[in-house]
């Protein structure tokens, strides 16, 4: 299954990128596997293959899944205890993972990883409509140049809807973030390209 994740890793000369992801992962069947699958152009999949190593973050706040999908902003982090990377300070838990494998046929790769170390801090209460929302909102705004632009902003306004009526402080200013984010985003996309049958991270 897809678990929703902030996954951290580490460049040669120490900077710190956090991405949005969805990793293969089932606690109940498989707890100590995780598989990655960043794409081959990505500051993740580069920093995984040469470290060998990343930091899979729970977290439940999606203003950092919003800022994290447009850019990399620096977080408060803390160093990981087992692996060279950080944990991000307000991740609810986190799995510090080693490469097992690394699959780099294009355009994604597939990273097969062992949980190496894990920690939590704090109980993981879960998502509502508008997180979920949020999270579906962050994904279309990695896509902005693969989608068709009536296409976008058709789906902001559904998932809008969903915000207003389920959201608090948090996934209100989420949602706004990336609506603008989608909005200046979407002159630019070609009209041509088709709606996505399946989602990605």
């Known amino acids: 299954m897809i678990i929703e994740t902030i996954v951290t890793t580490m460049s040669a000369d120490g900077i710190i990128n956090c991405a949005p992801m969805g990793v293969e992962w089932d606690p109940d069947t498989g707890a100590d596997a995780i598989v990655l699958k960043p794409f081959l152009d990505t500051a993740t999949y580069k920093n ?6 990343a930091v899979v973050n729970l977290i439940d706040d999606v ?30 838990s986190w799995r510090e993972v080693e490469v097992r494998s690394i699959d780099s046929t294009p355009p994604r790769s597939r990273i097969e990883t062992v949980v190496v170390h894990s920690g939590t801090r704090r109980e993981f209460i879960g998502f509502n409509r508008a997180r979920h929302a949020v999270l579906e909102t962050a994904i279309y705004a990695t896509r902005v140049h693969m989608l068709p632009r009536e296409f976008l902003l058709g789906e902001l306004d559904r998932l809008q809807v969903i915000v207003d009526k ?9 949602m706004a973030l990336l609506a603008d984010y989608i909005r200046a985003h979407a002159d630019q996309v070609d009209a041509a390209v088709g709606a ?5 991270s």
């Not at 160093?79 to 950080?86: N, S």
């Not at 996505?196 to 990605?200: K, W």
């Open 48 to 53: 995984v293959a040469a470290a060998r190593t």
């Open 63 to 92: 203003r950092i899944f919003a800022q994290a999908a447009i850019s990399n902003p620096a977080y408060d982090t803390v160093p990981a205890t087992r692996v060279a990377g950080a944990v991000l300070v307000d991740a609810c």
């Open 166 to 174: 389920t959201a608090g402080p948090r996934e209100f200013a989420a």
């Open 196 to 200: 996505p049958g399946t989602r990605t």
